[in-house]
């Protein structure tokens, strides 16, 4: 019996969530021929997603961390962000992929598109692992999309609740939440 099997059901299983990781790999396998690439992995809820996803993508290319904190306002994302920890490289001129473990409200990724435009990079697009449409405040054009769920707190896969539960090879529902 796992640690987690009393408190998280399972939404997404291992097998499907690697599935379409893979498919995701694939498909900016063949829209980036040629190009520089570099992956933007959003700490630290996408680290794991972004590892993964890295390895199903056969091309040379570079991966930066940008940590992010937004505010919480209850469990409710009050849109003002803060960059914790900033990449290591300039960005200008690269091919940017912002890769992401879920879009919620939308306000994070749009602090972050707005931040990273000002860089002046090759072309800026968004991969994230999910999307709840339900919440969005604010329209963000998400290029590689891994699963659309419904309005539920979900957790595993890099996904926290507190801090914890990001280490489950699955994608969790917390029970009675
Ligand atoms: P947004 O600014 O509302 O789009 O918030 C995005 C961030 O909120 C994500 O990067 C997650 O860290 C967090 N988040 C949103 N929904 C969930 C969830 O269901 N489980 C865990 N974290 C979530
Ligand atoms: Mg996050």
């Not at 939404?11 to 396998?29: F, P, S, Y």
């Not at 992956?39 to 996803?53: H, I, Q, R, T, W």
């Not at 991966?63 to 803060?82: A, D, I, K, P, W």
Request: aromatic share 10%.
């Amino acid at each position: 019996m796992a640690f987690y099997d009393q408190d998280v059901g399972t939404l997404i299983d291992e097998q499907k969530l690697q599935t379409r990781v893979r498919e995701l790999g694939e498909e900016i396998t063949r829209d980036y021929q040629g190009k520089d690439l570099t992956l933007v992995c959003v700490l630290k809820g996408s680290a794991f997603f972004a590892m993964d996803l890295a390895r199903y993508i056969d091309l040379p290319l570079t991966v930066e961390f940008l940590g992010v904190s937004s505010y919480q306002g209850g469990t409710e994302s009050t849109g003002e962000v803060r960059i914790t920890t900033d990449v290591s490289k300039p960005m200008a001129g690269k091919h940017l992929l912002v890769i992401e473990d879920i879009i919620d409200t939308g306000l994070t990724m749009s602090f972050l598109l707005e931040n990273l435009r000002a860089r002046h990079p090759a072309s800026l697009k968004v991969c994230s692992l999910l999307e709840k449409p339900a919440r969005a405040r604010t329209q963000v054009q998400i290029d590689y999309k891994g699963f659309v769920i419904e309005d539920v707190f979900v957790v595993g896969y890099g996904l926290d609740y507190a801090e914890r539960y990001r280490n489950l090879p699955f994608i969790g529902l917390m029970k009675g939440r």
